[in-house]
C-alpha cells in the first residue's frame, strides 16, 4: 500500500526508537504533523524553533540516540540553524527536517524563500532537499545514518507536495541506522603504549567526554598505575565527586592540584577528550591521546602517541599488559593538595561567609546538595559555567548536559526540556545566568505546556558576567552600559506561565527556596539573587593577570567619575 512521504519518515523515525520531535507547526508541516498524530512519537510543540533544534540536541546528547526537530517554511527552519551548532559541535546525532514551498513556487523569489542546503551547509554533515517522492527512502536512510556516523546533523528539506507525495516504497535495511560501535585500538599501539607507561613514574590520566561508559576500566588503571584522575567538564559526571581517585577538573573549571599535576607529570593519558585550551596542558610532548576520531590526536599539545580506538575495550586490552606500581608519592601529593581547594572550596560556599549577600558559590553547592542522586544538570555558558561546574558535587550517578564546544549563551533551558521529555519523573535541573535565560525565557512556556517538570536555577546578578571578567583580565574596563541590564522578576514570571516561582535574596531564603522548588510538582524557576562583583578562582592565576585585573578596576572607578 503507497504512503505518503511523511507517513514514511515518521514510521522509520518511529521503527528506529524515536519517541520526540521537537518544533513549531506551520503550513508546509502539516502532511508530517498528521503522519505524527498517527504513531506512537510525542510532538513536543516549542515557543521557539531554536528550543526544537536544543531539545533534540540535548536528547542526543544524554543518549547518543538520533534526536529530531523540524521547522516550516524560511524563518521556521532557520531559526533551527543557531541550536544545531549544539548537536554540531558536541557531536550528538540530530535530524533536522525543514518544510519548503510546494516546487512549483521555487525560483520566483516566493515568500519565505531561502535556499536551505546552502543556509545547513555549516552546520550540517548532510544536507539535501527531496525532489520527488521515489528519492525519499533512500535519501531519508542516508540522512540517519550520516547523523549517526558522523556524530552530528543531518538535515532534509522536503517541500510541502513532496511531503505528501505517494511512495510504494518504504525505508529498508533500518538495523544499520543506529550508533557506531565501540572498537579498541590495534595491538601495536596498545603495546607501545605499555611501553611508555611502565617507563613513566608520575602519571595523570585525563578523563573526557569518550571515558563515558569505561568508569571500571579507568579506576582499575588508576590503581595499577598510581596515577590521580582528572576530567574535562565534560567528563565531571563520570564519577563521585569524592571519590579518592577524581581529583577534579582542569582549566578554569579545575583545581590548582589538577593544574601543578598536569604541568609536572611525567606523562599525561588523555581518554576521549579533546580538551581545546593548549595552556592547561603540558607543553613538553609527554603526551598519550586516546581517542576514535584519528582527526583529533595531537592537535592540542604536543603528543608523543595518538592511538585510535574506542577507551573501553582498548583500556581492557592494556590493563593486562601493565606492571603494577608502588610508589604513591606523586599520587598522595596530588589528593593532599586536592583536599586543600576542596577546603578553599567549603569556605567560598558556605552560606555563613555573608549576613546579606548569597555568593553564587553557594547557589551551586546547595543546587547539588539536595539535588535526586540521580539527577540531570544542564550548564548554560557564562560565568555561571564556572559556578556550577566548580561547586557541583556529583554523585556518580548524576549527568550533566551543556554548551561545551559550541559554548553558546541561552542554551541551557531547551537542552534540559528535551533530556525531561524523555523521562518526566526524573530531575532535570537547568542552571543559567540571567542573561542566558533571558534570551529563551519563552522556553519555560513549553515547560508548563508539555508537563515538562524542568528546575531552573537563575543566577540573578544583572549583569553578563563573564564579559566583565574577560575584559578586565586583559586590563580593559568593563563597557557597564553594554554589559549590565534590569532584569524581571523572575519568579513572578514563572507563576504567569503557571509555573512555581521562588526568590532567594538573603543567605537565609536560598535553601528553602531550592528544596521548595525541587518538591514542586512542576516546572519550576528559583531567582538566586547574587552579586555581580564575584570572581571566579583560577587555578593558574599569574601576577600579570592579576595586575590587568587592577588596572581595569582602576579605570572602571575613573570612569564611573568622569560618567558622573
Known amino acids: 500500500m503507497s504512503k505518503t512521504v511523511a507517513e514514511v519518515l515518521v514510521e522509520t523515525l518511529e521503527a528506529i526508537g524515536v519517541t520526540h520531535i521537537f518544533g513549531l507547526i506551520g503550513d508546509s508541516l502539516n502532511p508530517l504533523a498528521d503522519a505524527v498524530r498517527h504513531s506512537k512519537i510525542e510532538w513536543v510543540g516549542v515557543r521557539h524553533e531554536e528550543g526544537a533544534a536544543l531539545a533534540a540536541s540535548g536528547q542526543a546528547k544524554l543518549t547518543g540516540q538520533l534526536g529530531v526537530c523540524a521547522g516550516t517554511t524560511g524563518p521556521g527552519s532557520t531559526h533551527l540553524v543557531a541550536g544545531l551548532y549544539e548537536a554540531s559541535r558536541d557531536h550528538a546525532p540530530v535530524l533536522a527536517i525543514s518544510g519548503d514551498m510546494a516546487r512549483k513556487f521555487q525560483g520566483s523569489d516566493y515568500i519565505q524563500t531561502t535556499a536551505p542546503d546552502l543556509l545547513f551547509r555549516d552546520v550540517a554533515l548532510y544536507t539535501q532537499t527531496l525532489m520527488s517522492a521515489e528519492q525519499a527512502p533512500a535519501v531519508i536512510h542516508q540522512a540517519i545514518a ?69 568508569v571500571e576500566e579507568i579506576r582499575a588503571l588508576s590503581e595499577r598505575l598510581d596515577a590521580p584522575l582528572i576530567h574535562s567538564v565534560k567528563g565531571k559526571d563520570l564519577m563521585a565527586y569524592d571519590d579518592p581517585r577524581w581529583m577534579g577538573g582542569i582549566g578554569m573549571i579545575g583545581t590548582k592540584a589538577v593544574y601543578n599535576a598536569v604541568m609536572h607529570c611525567d606523562l599525561l593519558l588523555m581518554l576521549g577528550t579533546d580538551y581545546p585550551y593548549s595552556e592547561f596542558l603540558p607543553p613538553k610532548g609527554a603526551a598519550i591521546q586516546i581517542d576514535e576520531r584519528p582527526q583529533v590526536l595531537g592537535r592540542r599539545t604536543p603528543t608523543g602517541l595518538g592511538v585510535t580506538g574506542s577507551v573501553r575495550p582498548t583500556l581492557q586490552r592494556l590493563l593486562p599488559t601493565l606492571t603494577a606500581k608502588s610508589d604513591r608519592r606523586f599520587f598522595d601529593k596530588v589528593a593532599k593538595e586536592r583536599r586543600e581547594w576542596d577546603e578553599l572550596l567549603d569556605r567560598q560556599s558556605d552560606l555563613k561567609r555573608s549576613e546579606d549577600k548569597i555568593h553564587p558559590q553557594a547557589v551551586a553547592r546547595t543546587v547539588g546538595d539536595l539535588a535526586a542522586h540521580d539527577a540531570v544538570f544542564v550548564f548554560d555558558t557564562g560565568l555561571n559555567t564556572l559556578w556550577s561546574a566548580n561547586w557541583i558535587r556529583q554523585t556518580g550517578a548524576q549527568r550533566i548536559i551543556g554548551s561545551f564546544n559550541n559554548a553558546a549563551v541561552g542554551t541551557a533551558l531547551g537542552q534540559a526540556n528535551g533530556i525531561q521529555a524523555i523521562d518526566r519523573s526524573r530531575q532535570v535541573i537547568a542552571l543559567c545566568g540571567d542573561g542566558g535565560f533571558n534570551m529563551l525565557m519563552c522556553e519555560f512556556l513549553t515547560a508548563v505546556h508539555h508537563k515538562l517538570p524542568v528546575k531552573v536555577v537563575v543566577y540573578n546578578n544583572s549583569a553578563f558576567g563573564l564579559i566583565t571578567l574577560e575584559a578586565e583580565s586583559v586590563g580593559i574596563p568593563a563597557f557597564h552600559k ?23 535574596r538573603k543567605p537565609g531564603e536560598l535553601k528553602a527556596a531550592i528544596a521548595a522548588a525541587l518538591a514542586a510538582d512542576g516546572p519550576a524557576i528559583i531567582d538566586a539573587v547574587v552579586p555581580a562583583d564575584e570572581l571566579p578562582n583560577v587555578p593558574n592565576l599569574d601576577l600579570d593577570k592579576i595586575s590587568k585585573v587592577a588596572l581595569a578596576k582602576v579605570k572602571e572607578a575613573v570612569l564611573s567619575v568622569t560618567d558622573g
Open 146 to 214: 550520516a547523523a549517526y556516523a558522523g556524530r552530528g546533523v543531518a538535515h532534509l528539506t522536503l517541500p510541502q507536495d513532496v511531503m505528501s507525495a505517494k511512495t510504494s516504497a518504504g525505508v529498508s535495511s533500518l538495523a544499520t541506522l543506529k550508533p557506531p560501535s565501540e572498537f579498541a585500538a590495534n595491538e601495536a599501539d596498545i603495546a607501545e603504549m605499555a611501553r611508555r607507561l611502565e617507563g613513566a613514574r608520575d602519571i595523570v590520566v585525563m578523563c573526557g567526554n569518550g571515558a563515558h561508559g569505561a
Open 482 to 504: 553594554g554589559i549590565d541590564f534590569p532584569n524581571p522578576d523572575f519568579a513572578a514570571f514563572a507563576r504567569a506561565c503557571g509555573g512555581h516561582g521562588f526568590t532567594a
